[in-house]
């Protein structure tokens, strides 16, 4: 109970700095919307897709696990900030858990992502795309443990190099390859064979493989489950490895 109620002060104070400022909201979810509007569109013809809906149906999902990559990769820098702050410094003489620390921050980055993937969502439906609610709901869930596992393991790097200048290009380099390793803008399924093999150890190729089946109506697909099932995996070991180093941080 104590840790519940220690993550819910954090994460009540975290929304609150959030909405205090909601602009970043919306520059987060700005890219995503350029690539919606002036890319999407060139789909339909290079995909072989019968309407530009059932491009779409391809596109988006990709682009909402591209969202929860890059939104949760990034979020160690608000931490290097807080650090120099003196706000992490402060938290060593306080009863709260070391683990709603970063709990507390990371539901924030998870509510913040599903409001944008909720914005993004609502404007492809202008463009035909069609998904079943239920199918929905979980692919947002598998939105929602990405992003709770690349935020998580942001802060965890941010407490271990406490500095933006090594941040920067650490982030960048990780999200480069998994961005194109993963068939998030197009599908992997004309690349290479090496390629695809080299594909199928990243874990964000199957959660996209997984959140387009769900847009795609097929929920039986074996690749939701699978997607789901390594995502959480991750999702636990990221949080697990991230508040180890929030207690040796907060001591």
């Not at 789909?43 to 072989?48: D, E, G, R």
């Not at 410094?89 to 507390?104: H, Q």
């Not at 929905?136 to 690349?150: Q, R, S």
């Amino acid at each position: 109970m104590k840790l519940a109620r220690d993550t819910w002060l954090i994460f009540q104070r975290q929304i609150q700095l959030l909405l205090r400022n909601p602009v970043w909201v919306f520059v987060g979810v700005f890219q995503p919307v350029m690539y919606l509007l002036l890319f999407a569109p060139l789909l339909k013809p290079a995909l072989n897709a019968p309407t530009q809906a059932e491009a779409y149906k391809i596109f988006v999902p990709g682009l909402l696990v591209l969202l929860a990559i890059f939104g949760g990769l990034f979020q160690g820098f608000g931490l290097i900030a807080e650090l120099r702050a003196g706000v992490i410094e402060r938290s060593r003489v306080t009863p709260v858990s070391r683990l709603a620390l970063l709990l507390g921050r990371s539901l924030r980055d998870v509510v913040s992502l599903i409001a944008q993937a909720a914005i993004i969502t609502l404007l492809a439906l202008l463009f035909d795309l069609r998904v079943f609610i239920g199918d929905l709901l979980l692919a947002y869930l598998m939105l929602a443990l990405i992003a709770l596992m690349t935020s998580a393991v942001s802060y965890g790097v941010a407490l271990k190099v406490k500095s933006e200048d090594a941040l920067a290009p650490l982030m960048n380099t990780v999200a480069q390859p998994v961005l194109l390793l993963s068939g998030i803008l197009l599908p992997l399924t004309f690349a290479p064979g090496w390629l695809q093999g080299i594909a199928d150890w990243n874990p964000f190729s199957w959660a996209v493989d997984g959140t387009r089946a769900l847009f795609a109506g097929d929920l039986g697909n074996d690749k939701v489950w699978q997607g789901l099932t390594i995502v959480a995996v991750l999702a636990v070991a990221g949080v697990v490895w991230a508040a180890r180093q929030f207690a040796r941080s907060v001591r």
